[in-house]
């Protein structure tokens, strides 16, 4: 079994920064792509950004230029720096890994918990 544990959300005022993580632990062999989806209130989950493990990451329009993704293979850990937030950023933002496990040696889809992001003054 793999699991995802996130950390780093909470209330931060419209132009200021949070920096989520979210580490695997488990039967892991290898992991490619790692990326953060987000859910607003009332409205559908959506791709936030992804990236490979080679550090190929790509993003949503609504963030670029504001956010980056990063990841420590070393530490089976993904980041996502937020930075010039804005209140349409508030949302509960997961992780999700796509992860090949070692017995069977096949991929597998794997999310965290959910951590709440609230931009708000």
């Known amino acids: 079994q793999v699991q995802l544990v996130e950390s780093g959300g909470g209330l931060v005022q419209p132009g200021g920064s949070l920096r989520l993580s979210c580490a695997a632990s488990?039967?892991?062999?290898?992991?490619?792509?790692m990326g953060w989806y987000r859910r607003a209130p009332g409205k559908a989950r959506e791709l936030v950004g992804a990236?490979?493990?080679?550090?190929?990451?790509n993003y949503a329009d609504s963030v670029k230029g504001r956010f980056t993704i990063s990841r420590d293979n070393a530490k089976n850990t993904v980041y996502l720096q937020m930075n010039s937030l804005k209140p349409e950023d508030t949302a509960v933002y997961y992780c999700?890994?796509?992860?090949?496990?070692?017995?069977?040696?096949?991929?597998?889809?794997?999310w965290g918990q959910g951590t709440q992001v609230t931009v708000s003054s």
């Open positions: 999700n890994m796509k992860v090949v496990v070692t017995t069977p040696l096949r991929e597998y889809d794997y």
């Open positions: 488990g039967s892991i062999f290898s992991i490619n792509v």
């Open positions: 990236i490979t493990r080679g550090g190929s990451a």
